[in-house]
């Protein structure tokens, strides 16, 4: 739009320009005629290009008569306002904002609090709303409405909840600030697109009693575990001591006399496997006694 009135005013400079020039020629100087025409020209000029613009997109235009708001708003895209110079255009936009700021509360428990909140905002897009905006705030909705609604209703919500609330509890203590924010802004025609709270700072010694907290908690929890994988433990080798001892008195009702012989045979014969075939000097009460005192007391035969 700029450009468009430097174009405007371009032209303009070039028809006066023209227009002296061709005065000079006739009459050998410049002739009041050609004056006259020349500022009729800027004149007219200056009338053209304060009578039209451009509303950016994400804005509203407020003609403004004398400075003061006429009821009429301005879509986005090309205007022209008529008269110039009497009636004028204030842009509001009518975006989404985001707007961050610390506040300072106690709790319900005493504990100072900062919040550290985030605000989403957006002026109306009513144009009665708007109008009465830009009649009552002008541009200063920020500073005189939206900053101050934080700080009561950080106020008002943080003293709703107790310090660990507001940690344990964080959507419900969101939901109330907004609620609070929404009650105050919505009768000034602002609108809340969106409210959060990105951090919660303590006092040292409220941070120590949590970190303190935490630990026993955690030491407890370990401590029942522990409790619990000894008692796994000793049922654990209760329950083996039984299996053996079944396993043992099963054993004892399966021995008999025969049971017993054949245990005995079975290890004689793995004594005869291993023997390398020289006689033992001593045997043993359950060796081969008969074989061996037999080979060992026989007397040689006679010979006839």
């Known amino acids: 739009m700029d ?3 430097l174009l405007v005013w371009l032209v303009s400079i070039g028809l006066v320009l023209w227009t002296l020039y061709q ?51 301005l879509g986005e895209g090309f205007y022209m306002v008529f008269p110039p110079f009497i009636r004028t255009v204030e842009l509001m936009s ?14 319900r428990d005493l ?8 605000l989403n905002y957006s002026l109306s897009r009513d144009p009665r709303d708007l109008v009465r ?36 509890r964080r959507p419900d203590v969101r939901q109330a600030i907004e609620d ?23 006092s040292e010694a409220f941070n120590a009693a949590i970190e303190a907290k935490v630990t026993a908690q955690q030491q407890a929890l370990k401590a029942a575990r522990d409790l619990e994988r000894v008692k796994l433990e000793a049922q654990q080798k209760i329950e083996q001591a039984k299996a053996e001892a079944e396993a043992l008195r099963i054993q004892k009702q399966n021995v008999t006399p025969e049971l017993v012989e054949l245990r005995r045979i079975e ?6 496997e291993k023997w390398d075939g020289r006689l033992p000097e001593v045997v043993t009460g359950t060796g081969p006694v008969p074989l061996l005192d037999v080979f060992q007391n026989q007397s040689p035969r006679p010979r006839r």
């Open 3 to 5: 450009f468009l009135k």
């Open 133 to 168: 905006i830009y009649r009552d705030l002008r541009q200063e909705y920020l500073d005189r409405i939206i900053r101050p609604a934080i700080q009561e209703a950080v106020k008002a919500a943080t003293a709703r909840f107790t310090a660990e609330e507001l940690i344990t």
């Open 94 to 107: 009518v975006q989404v904002h985001a707007y961050e700021t610390n506040a300072e509360a106690a709790s």
């Open 111 to 118: 504990q100072i609090v900062k919040t550290q909140v985030t």
């Open 267 to 272: 290890a004689q014969m793995k004594a005869l």
């Open 180 to 202: 609070v924010l929404r009650t105050r802004l919505e009768r000034f025609g602002i609108r809340i697109e969106a409210m959060s709270i990105t951090d919660f700072d303590f």
């Open 23 to 73: 005065g000079m020629r006739r009459e050998g100087g410049v002739s009041g005629l050609s004056v006259l025409i020349a500022v009729f020209l800027v004149v007219i000029t200056a009338l053209v290009t304060a009578s039209f613009g451009q509303v950016p997109a994400g804005y509203r235009g407020i003609v403004l008569q004398f400075g003061a708001p006429t009821g009429q708003v």
